[in-house]
């Protein structure tokens, strides 16, 4: 009688460890959300970028750290080959009556100095989260404000995408005193003709 009670414990301690032991449970990467899989390159880009490597490809990558480069080195040449011709014809003809883009990226250039505190240079730019919904938020104001401007067709109807890109920045002083962080700033991305073009 004492042999079988103690199977009987034994079986039901084995059964019970069986059913209390943790699911594993298999992921594909590709369900995984933005940010699971992110990657930092400090030396192939104008700028140090971290992103999530499923989500962007090298080419819009490039464009977006040419664009922050072009703006923290004051190189307008970088500037015009990356960032939106509308918005920056629209920038420096109607915003702020510059007389080209020189003006116009030196002023960026002083903006970001006077938000940042000083003059600056980028350490990473991280690009946290993004979004593709043109029907709410920034994306669709940013595209609102575009089609608006321009005048022989609506621009959200050239385009083939658009990202609205919520980044991060890590930069330091040139004064050398120091270093600090900006979050929730915004830069859009468009892809038209199969080339990438950004503002701010």
Same mark, same amino acid.
């Given at each position: 009688?004492?042999?079988?009670?103690?199977?009987?414990? +034994?079986?039901?301690?084995?059964?019970?460890?069986?059913?209390?032991?943790?699911?594993?449970?298999?992921?594909?990467? %590709?369900?995984?959300?933005?940010?699971?899989?992110?990657?930092?390159?400090?030396?192939?880009?104008?700028?140090?970028?971290?992103?999530?490597?499923?989500?962007? !490809?090298?080419?819009?990558? !490039?464009?977006?750290?040419?664009?922050?480069?072009?703006?923290?080195?004051?190189?307008?040449?970088?500037?015009?080959?990356?960032?939106?011709?509308?918005?920056?014809?629209?920038?420096?003809?109607?915003?702020?009556?510059?007389? %080209?883009?020189?003006?116009?990226?030196?002023?960026?250039?002083?903006?970001?100095?006077?938000?940042?505190?000083?003059?600056?240079?980028?350490?990473?730019?991280?690009?946290?989260?993004? !979004?593709?919904?043109? !029907?709410?938020?920034?994306?669709?104001?940013?595209?609102? +404000?575009?089609? %608006?401007?321009?005048?022989?067709?609506?621009?959200?109807?050239?385009?083939?995408?658009?990202?609205?890109?919520?980044?991060?920045?890590?930069?330091?002083? %040139?004064?050398?005193?120091?270093?600090?962080?900006?979050?929730?700033?915004? +830069?859009?991305?468009?892809?038209?003709?199969?080339?990438?073009?950004?503002?701010?």
């Amino acid at each position: 009688m004492i042999k079988k009670l103690a199977c009987v414990l +034994l079986s039901c301690l084995m059964l019970t460890g069986c059913a209390t032991q943790k699911q594993k449970t298999n992921y594909a990467e %590709n369900d995984l959300p933005y940010g699971a899989t992110m990657k930092s390159d400090k030396n192939s880009y104008a700028v140090p970028v971290t992103w999530d490597r499923r989500f962007f !490809s090298e080419e819009q990558i !490039s464009a977006v750290a040419d664009y922050i480069a072009a703006i923290q080195n004051n190189d307008p040449e970088l500037y015009a080959s990356v960032a939106l011709p509308l918005y920056t014809n629209y920038q420096i003809q109607e915003v702020y009556d510059y007389q %080209n883009t020189e003006e116009l990226v030196s002023a960026l250039h002083e903006g970001l100095t006077g938000q940042l505190a000083d003059d600056f240079k980028f350490q990473m730019i991280m690009i946290n989260d993004f !979004s593709l919904d043109r !029907s709410t938020g920034s994306l669709q104001a940013m595209l609102t +404000l575009l089609d %608006n401007i321009s005048q022989d067709k609506k621009f959200s109807d050239t385009i083939q995408n658009a990202w609205a890109l919520e980044l991060e920045w890590e930069f330091s002083y %040139n004064n050398g005193e120091g270093n600090g962080r900006a979050e929730n700033q915004y +830069l859009y991305l468009f892809q038209i003709d199969d080339q990438y073009y950004c503002c701010m």
